[in-house]
């Protein structure tokens, strides 16, 4: 006897279909923003990406090109016998994983919603593993190779190299004076703006931001006006000088007041710190990426900050005190902002080896990163492999309350195969993806008991321009919830 052969009684009758579980729900906002990662063609189902500067990452010197393994050895056999819950007797419950979990949390107790503590109050030391992990924008931006970047003042020859300081202890970032030669390369004097007036904008009091941000006298606008009189010395002079301001505010506690002041972060300071952490690592690879094979599941691209803000924040919100989990990873662009922007223990597993080398170099330089900006995060866990195999991935999706699947381009395979999966979550979990799971028109019969979707209850959405890589064309998502209510309700009444 099978787990479902106790709901189909002897001689019972066949009973009406229950209505339809999909919903749909449109979403009445504006047309987003366009705020991505990094610039992208068009191009339906695949990611195209900018040409790859050529600089060699040291992590990835030994590293090349290599085809995607088939994802047709993703199919995981079940048997014929689905489950309707997860097996009590599993060697793991839900209660010993988050027991053992080390978990980096904001907050250790359950929080209200929107609330949270973003500063990182880690001290640096001399041997601190993030100072060393940090690439430099002088390293990937600099005069060493004059067929991508020429000097930005050229009038001041002595002009070269300066140091930028964070609103962290950590040692001061290096970048040369260069501007590229292409319009799609990394722009050191454009990263130098957004870092000076995201840190004047939300790290410092309104008075001393009026002061900064002042239209006739402030320093930005000197900046401004240095750069387009291409005077490198009056540059140089004015960045000195917002060192010395950003250090006395430091260590007067100015800034480490106004973040203990915040509980959640601005999209444009996350934003800042992925695009930073990409451009210095994924950027300088970005050509591995295009190594995909077209009519499997290994078709790479990527939802952008904006829409994963908008399901993080609005459509599940999530706490710092929950679990994110992002099937189909790549390379973890998704997990580390959730871990950034919600603070929450952040998973994502990705099968594609060049993909995860390159989200290996972006977690490191993420926690740089981070910490640079004086910001807790999250924990990231980074998995290598199948995820319908993998171990750890299987054993978090039973504590998981999001998991995040870019379907777009999987197969029916494996789809269903997913649906399988998704019996092993708590009640209650939510499930964002961009194909529904439950076909449209489903209805719970006693001919479908057996289904794995009839525990899914499943919500239509809208996204519009600027929110996947692959397309500017508005579209729909779905968000399923595990509830086995319906399901139960139907035996019930067998």
């Keep these: 006897m099978g787990p479902f052969d106790y709901i189909q009684k002897k001689g019972s009758k066949a009973l009406k279909p229950q209505p339809a579980q999909i919903r749909k729900e449109i979403i009445a906002t504006l047309p987003l923003a366009r705020k991505a990662l990094i610039s992208t063609p068009k191009r339906a189902n695949t990611r195209i990406v900018p040409a790859a500067n050529k600089t060699r990452h040291p992590d990835l010197a ?21 489950r309707l819950e997860s097996d009590s007797d599993d060697d793991t419950s839900a209660e010993t994983l988050e027991s053992s979990s080390k978990r980096s949390r904001v907050s250790e107790s359950v929080e209200p919603a929107g609330t949270r503590q973003v500063r990182c109050k880690k001290l640096v030391s001399e041997d601190d593993e993030d ?81 900064l941000k002042d239209d006739s006298h402030g320093l930005l606008r000197k900046l401004k006006r240095s750069i387009d009189r291409r005077c490198g010395n009056d540059y140089i002079e004015l960045i000195q000088e917002w060192n010395n301001k950003i250090a006395m505010l430091r260590n007067d506690g100015t800034i480490g007041k106004v ?27 970005v050509g591995l990426l295009r190594h995909y094979e077209n009519g499997t599941d290994n078709v790479y691209g990527e939802l952008l900050p904006k829409f994963i803000s908008d399901i993080l924040r609005r459509d ?59 910001l807790s995060a999250g924990s990231v866990h980074l998995e290598r492999g199948d995820f319908l195999k993998n171990v750890a991935i299987g054993k978090v999706l039973k504590i998981a309350d999001v998991v995040l699947v870019n379907n777009q381009a999987f197969t029916p395979e494996l789809n269903e195969d997913l649906t399988s999966l998704f ?35 499943v919500v239509e959405k809208r996204y519009y321009s600027a929110c996947v890589s692959w397309t500017d064309a508005p579209g729909t998502y779905y968000i399923s919830t595990k509830d086995n209510s319906k399901l139960k309700s139907f035996a019930k009444d067998m």
Aim: proline content about 5%; some cysteine.
């Design 62 to 82: 030994a590293l090349h090109p290599s085809k995607p393994r088939n994802q047709g050895s993703k199919k995981r056999l079940f048997s014929a016998q689905l």
């Design 131 to 211: 100072t060393h992990n940090m690439v430099h924008a002088a390293e990937i931006a600099t005069l060493k190779t004059p067929t991508k970047y020429k000097a930005a003042f050229p009038n001041d020859p002595q002009v070269a190299t300066i140091v930028l300081r964070y609103p962290s202890e950590l040692p001061a970032e290096e970048y040369e004076l260069v501007v590229p030669i292409q319009s799609d390369d990394f722009k050191p004097l454009e990263d130098i703006k957004e870092v000076l007036d995201i840190i004047a904008t939300h790290y410092l009091p309104p008075t001393e931001t009026s002061m």
């Design 259 to 285: 973040l203990d002041g915040l509980n959640s972060l601005d999209l444009r300071l996350i934003e800042r710190i992925l695009t930073q952490t990409y451009s210095r690592t994924v950027s300088l690879h």
């Design 316 to 374: 599940t919100k999530m706490k710092s005190t929950q679990v994110f989990v992002d099937l189909g990873s790549g390379v973890g662009n998704v997990v580390l902002q959730a871990a950034l922007e919600i603070g929450c223990e952040s998973w994502g597993c990705e099968m594609m080896d060049n993909a995860c080398d390159l989200a290996k170099l972006q977690e490191k330089e993420f926690r740089a990163r981070c910490r640079l900006w004086g």
């Design 423 to 457: 019996l092993d979550l708590k009640e209650g979990c939510q499930i964002v993806s961009l194909k529904s799971f439950v076909p449209s028109g489903h209805k719970i019969t006693s001919r479908n008991l057996h289904r794995a979707c009839n525990v899914l209850d």
